[in-house]
Structures are given as structure tokens and as C-alpha cells.
């Protein structure tokens, strides 16, 4: 074997373990893109959701609020209530596009919550993205706080401050003007980070929020009076913030 064979062979193993490597990055990254964003909602039942209604405890035929029509899942609004994750979710960034269906009115995305019924024996302990329209992007704090800057004068005296039934509770957003108007379809970006939260409407940031008492928990959509469709409900798991 002369000294042009043995250069040769080396080339070649050196090509061979080039090209594996490239595959297995490739196929790596395949899987991690592949895995990395998931809809919660699969577009023709609600597994993966449980409801909490609590009308439905003593009249179990009432109409449930929560349906699938149309590949969409849709909050008819009443009798109030909530649909929520079977899972727990932290550090994530959740994107929803929604629209009210008829009459304007109101309707919330909820992060971290937890113990179900916590405040009027109806919403569980949670921070809520408001959904209201034209108020949506404020905070709710539900046996859960938040804090964000200029808290006096979008929360009101600090005195009042509180997380329970009589308190002031809202957190009022940023922005005027960010909703579609009514009947078209608006997005929503929430993204949770450890104990931040900062959620766009339709590609505006309307609301900062940190220092939060809750970092983790399920996600849950409410069923507040007014139909609400939901085309899109995909989470995506995070480890930096957007800017």
C-alpha cells in the first residue's frame, strides 16, 4: 500500500464520519422542530381538557358551554365555567386566535391555575389574560398576584389591592385600539417565563407582568357569557424571552 492509497482511505473515513454526523444533526434537528411547538387542541374533541362548570353539579344534562364545531373549539358562554388542561405547563409561549362569533362581551385565556374554584366558587387560582372586548390584554388576579409598573394607576390605590372576591384585582393593559374589529379574528401571544408573563394582541405588546406568585399550572378557557370561537391553540415550550 503506498503513501497515495493510505491518504486516500483517511479522506475518505474522514468524508464518511462528516456526512453521519451531518445526518444525525439533521434528523436530530428534525425531531426537535418536529416536537418543539404542539396545538393543545386537536380540532375534533377536547381530550387533553376536562370542564368545570358548576351549575353542571346539580344539573348534569344542562348544556355543556364548551363544544367542537367546525374544527374550532367554541365557548358558547353559558352556563359559565371553565374548560382546563388535564397538564401543568411552565416556561411556554401560548398562541391563540380567536373572535366573538356574535355579540361582542367577555371571555379570558387563564395560566397557571390550580386549585379549581378558588374565588366566587367559580374561577380557579390563576392569573387571567383578559379577552374582553376592546380590554383585551388586561390582568386578572385570581388568588394569585402580579406586579407590573405604574401599578397605582392601572390598578387603582394601593390600599384596595388584593386577589380575592371585593379587591382590585385588574391590571389594566397598555394599549388602546390593538383588537380586530368585531367579528375578525385577533391573535394572542402569552408568554410565560418563571414568574413573568408578557402577552400581544395582534402583534402589539399590550402587557408586562413579573414578580408573579405562580410560575407554573394548567391552562384554562372560560365560558363567560358570550360565544367565543377558538381556530388556534398551539404552545410552544421556551428558555428565553422574546424582547
Known sequence: MNETTTLTGTIMKIFQCTLLISIVVTITSCAISSEKSFSLFNGENLDGWHIDVPEMDSVPDLRNPF??????????????????????????????????????????????????????????????????????????????????????????????????????????????????????????????LKNTIKVWVNGDLVNYGYNATVSKGQIALQAEGAEVEFRKIVLTPINSANQ
Not at 359559565?80 to 385565556?109: M, S, W
Open 67 to 192: 363544544i367542537v364545531r367546525k374544527g374550532m373549539l367554541v365557548s358558547l358562554g353559558t352556563p359559565q365555567g371553565h374548560v382546563i388542561t388535564d397538564k401543568e405547563y411552565e416556561n411556554f409561549r401560548l398562541e391563540v386566535e380567536y373572535r366573538f362569533a356574535g355579540e361582542p362581551g367577555n371571555c379570558g385565556v387563564l395560566v397557571f391555575a390550580s386549585t379549581p374554584r378558588s374565588l366566587y366558587k367559580m374561577f380557579p387560582k390563576s392569573i387571567e389574560v383578559q379577552m374582553m372586548h376592546e380590554n383585551a390584554g388586561d390582568f386578572w388576579c385570581i388568588v394569585a398576584d402580579i406586579t407590573t409598573d405604574n401599578m397605582e394607576e392601572r390598578r387603582g390605590p394601593k390600599a384596595e389591592w388584593g386577589i380575592t372576591e371585593g379587591k382590585k384585582r385588574r391590571i389594566m393593559n397598555l394599549t388602546d385600539g390593538s383588537e380586530k374589529p368585531l367579528g375578525q379574528w385577533n391573535s394572542m401571544t402569552i408568554e410565560c
